[in-house]
């Protein structure tokens, strides 16, 4: 499979716990997506790199959330003390060079903060 | 703030009729706008994206059209089947933002097609 893919799929966890997940993009593609979905809404940006600067990050990416994209391959998604709130799908994706091309997503990782 | 709204939220329609999707948004300085589909549970899947100079795209049985000036965007789909069913949502990549491919997404329209 040569598509994007997230580990893991679904992740359950309690209230004040640290998660973290992982975003493989396609080969050859240097731009990285996150953003986060919640139920009935459209997602929503939440930072991209270009290879493996970080060059945006949304209000919404609190200081509990961090992103890496060592060596401008995979990248980890991290949630420190998960709240109730953070419960969403979190999605990645990845574009071959430029803002103007077409992103191609990930399954996603379902998080559910008990 | 640019925002992007779909109308309808959702519809139900026999299978093989042809049918409407739409899509607008507030702010006329987007340099793309992007088609997806995403089925229950699941990621998204890209259908068609239109660049700012182009007025349409065509893939198969769907067609999307982009005017700018009106700040609309509306998704074609003919002769529906079941396998349509399935949320459909429009983004819009902001022009002015360095062009850092971020997207817009509207809350999307759920789809089903009733055999």
């Known amino acids: 499979d040569t598509g994007v893919s997230q580990d893991p799929r679904h992740k359950i966890t309690k209230r004040g716990q640290n998660v973290t997940f992982r975003c493989d993009p396609i080969?050859?593609?240097?731009?990285l997506y996150w953003y986060r979905q919640t139920l009935g809404q459209g997602p929503e940006f939440l930072t991209y790199?270009?290879?493996?600067?970080?060059?945006?990050k949304s209000r919404l990416l609190s200081d509990r959330f961090s992103a890496e994209r060592p060596k401008g391959s995979f990248s980890t998604l991290e949630i420190q003390r998960t709240e109730q709130g953070d419960s969403a799908m979190y999605l990645c994706?990845?574009?071959?060079?430029?803002?103007?091309?077409?992103?191609?997503f990930g399954p996603g990782t379902r998080l559910t903060v008990l | 703030k640019q925002e992007v709204t779909q109308i309808p939220a959702a519809l139900s329609v026999p299978e093989g009729e042809n049918l409407v999707l739409n899509c607008s948004f507030t702010?006329?300085?987007?340099?793309?706008l992007q088609w997806f589909r995403q089925d229950p549970g699941k990621g998204l899947t890209s259908l068609l994206l239109?660049?700012?100079?182009?007025r349409e795209q065509t893939s198969g049985r769907l067609n999307a059209s982009l005017d700018k000036s009106s700040g609309r965007s509306t998704l074609y789909i003919a002769a529906s089947q079941p396998g349509d069913s399935a949320t459909y949502l429009c983004?819009?990549?902001?022009?002015?933002?360095?062009?850092?491919?971020?997207?817009?997404f509207g809350q999307g329209t759920t789809l089903q097609v009733k055999p």
């Open positions: 080969s050859e593609h240097n731009r």
């Open positions: 790199f270009q290879n493996e600067a970080q060059l945006e």
């Open positions: 239109i660049q700012s100079s182009q």
């Open positions: 983004a819009g990549g902001l022009a002015g933002s360095g062009n850092t491919g971020k997207l817009i």
């Open positions: 702010d006329s300085a987007i340099y793309n």
């Open positions: 994706a990845s574009s071959l060079r430029t803002g103007e091309d077409t992103q191609y």
